[in-house]
C-alpha cells in the first residue's frame, strides 16, 4: 500500500493542538488558520502531497518555452500531487487535459476566486491542452440554503466570470453538475461509489452523523471529471488521457479520495497542482467571508471602493509612527497590501524595490497601498471590461455538449 492510500482513511483534515494552540482547519467547507496564519508546511505533511520546488518550476518553463506564471514562480502554487508524471508524458510529446471548477455560491466572485482561473488560463495556453470547468451547482444547494433554481442562476453568471478571464471555447468545455451529470459520468460516479465506505469520507471529510445523505453522497461528483470517460463527446476512445487539477489546497480531500479509487476501477490517478489561500484583507488569521464585503475585494468593485477597502481595511505591516517606521521598516511577513502585490504585481524588479524600501522605512504603508490600488484597479477593470463582453450566446457555445475542434492543437 502506498502511504497515500495508507493514509487516506485517516485524515480529518486538522493540525496542530498543542496546548493552548487553536487548531488549524482545512477542508473543503471550513478553512480556519491557528494563530499566525495557515501553517502550509504543516498541511503539506498532513495531507501527503509533494512540495512544487525550483527544479519543477524550472521544468515548466523549459517544457513550455514560457517565463512561468507568477503564480507559480513565487511559490503561491506551492504542492503538487504527481506533476512530474503529466510532465514526463509531456516531455515525451504525449498530451493530458485540466480539469479545474467553481461552486456557484455567489453573485460576485473576489479576487481570490480568480486566483485559479487565472492560473488554469496560463495552464491552457503553456501546454495547449483542453480544459473542462465543473459548475458545482448542486453542491451549493447540498450545502448552501439555495433553492434549485437560484444554485442554476449563479452557476451561469459565475461562467460569465470564467469566461471572462480568457478562455479559448475551441479548447474548452464548461458544464453544471444539475445539467450535465447522467450518462457515463453518472456510470463513472457509482462506479466510484462502491469503492468508498462511509468510515472513509467521515476520515477524509469529517462528515457527521447529523450530515444528510446528500452531503455524504456529493464526493463522487466532483471526483469523476477527473476521469476522461466521464466525457464521452470529448474522450471518446481515450480512456487512459492523464488529467492534472489546478486548485486551491481546501479541495485536496476530493482528490484523496479520487486517487485512492482510481487504480480500482481501471482509471489513472489525477495529478494536481496546489495553492494558498488568497489572504483576506484584515490578514492571514482570517478568512474572507461572503457575508463581510469589506474583508475582500470583488470584481465587481469600483475603484473608489478599492481605494476605501485598501486604504481602510488592509493590516499593515508598518510602524504607528512615521518616525518609528523611518527607524525599524515594516514586517513584511504579516502585511496585506506586500502580500496582494505578491499576487497581482507582475513586475518582478519593482516587487523586489518595493520590498526592500518598505521594509528598510523608506517606503511609508500609504505609498504601498497607493502603488496597490493602482493595480487592483486595473485588474478589476480589465475583469469588468471582459465581463460585459461576454454574451449569453457565448456561455451557450462554452456549455454546449459537443466535440471540441481544437483539442490539442
Ligand atoms: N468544490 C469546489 C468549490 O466549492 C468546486 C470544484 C468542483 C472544484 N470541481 C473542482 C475546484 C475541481 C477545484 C477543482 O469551489
Redesign the pocket.
Known amino acids: 500500500m502506498s502511504a497515500e492510500e495508507a493514509s487516506a482513511g485517516t485524515e480529518v483534515s486538522v493540525v496542530g493542538k498543542e496546548e493552548g494552540e487553536e487548531q488549524q482547519v482545512v477542508n ?1 467547507w471550513e478553512v480556519s488558520a491557528g494563530k499566525g496564519g495557515i501553517d502550509y508546511d504543516k498541511l503539506v505533511d498532513q495531507f501527503g502531497c509533494q512540495r512544487l520546488d525550483d527544479a519543477l518550476v524550472a521544468r515548466v518553463e523549459r517544457l513550455t518555452a514560457r517565463p512561468p506564471h507568477c503564480f507559480l514562480r513565487r511559490g503561491l502554487f506551492f504542492a503538487h500531487r504527481d506533476l512530474n508524471e503529466i510532465l514526463d508524458l509531456y516531455e515525451r510529446g504525449e498530451r493530458f487535459y485540466l ?5 456557484p ?1 455567489s453573485e460576485a466572485l473576489h479576487l481570490g476566486h480568480l486566483i ?1 482561473f487565472m492560473f488554469t488560463k496560463y495552464l491552457q495556453d503553456a501546454f495547449k491542452v483542453p480544459l473542462v470547468i ?3 451547482d448542486d ?2 444547494f447540498l450545502w448552501k440554503n439555495l433553492t434549485v433554481e437560484e444554485s442554476k442562476r449563479l452557476a451561469r453568471e459565475n461562467a460569465k466570470d470564467i469566461i471572462a478571464c480568457g478562455f479559448d471555447v475551441e479548447r474548452t468545455f464548461i458544464f453544471s453538475d444539475f445539467n450535465y451529470v447522467g450518462g457515463a459520468f453518472y456510470e463513472n460516479m457509482v462506479k466510484v461509489a462502491r469503492c468508498v465506505t462511509y468510515n472513509k469520507v467521515v476520515g477524509i471529510f469529517g462528515f457527521s452523523p447529523e450530515d444528510h445523505i446528500g452531503k455524504i453522497s456529493f464526493p463522487p461528483v ?1 471526483a469523476v ?1 477527473s476521469f476522461p470517460s466521464s466525457f464521452p463527446h470529448l474522450f471518446s476512445g481515450n480512456d487512459q488521457l492523464r488529467c492534472l ?4 489546497i481546501d ?1 485536496d480531500p ?2 484523496r479520495m479520487t486517487r485512492d479509487v482510481a487504480p480500482r476501477i481501471g482509471y489513472q490517478k489525477p495529478s494536481l497542482i496546489e495553492s494558498r489561500f488568497f489572504p483576506a484583507l484584515q490578514g492571514e488569521n482570517t478568512k474572507m467571508s461572503a457575508s463581510d464585503p469589506n474583508s475582500a475585494i470583488y470584481v465587481t468593485d469600483s475603484v473608489k471602493e478599492i481605494k476605501t477597502k485598501v486604504n481602510k481595511y488592509a493590516f499593515s505591516g508598518g510602524q504607528d509612527s512615521i518616525e518609528l517606521h523611518r527607524k525599524l521598516g515594516a514586517n513584511l511577513d504579516v502585511d496585506v497590501p506586500i502580500k496582494y502585490l505578491n499576487f497581482f504585481l507582475e513586475d518582478d524588479n519593482e516587487l523586489e524595490h518595493i520590498k526592500k524600501e518598505y521594509k528598510e522605512g523608506r517606503m511609508l504603508t500609504g505609498e504601498v497601498k497607493q502603488r496597490l490600488v493602482t493595480v487592483l484597479s486595473e485588474l478589476v477593470a480589465r475583469h469588468q471590461r471582459a465581463r460585459a463582453q461576454v454574451t449569453e450566446e457565448m456561455v451557450d457555445a462554452f456549455m454546449a455538449v459537443r466535440p471540441l475542434p481544437n483539442m490539442f492543437g
Open positions: 473543503p480539469y479545474t471548477g467553481r461552486g455560491s485559479p465543473q459548475l458545482t453542491e451549493k466532483q471529471p487539477i489546478p486548485c486551491a479541495q476530493y482528490f
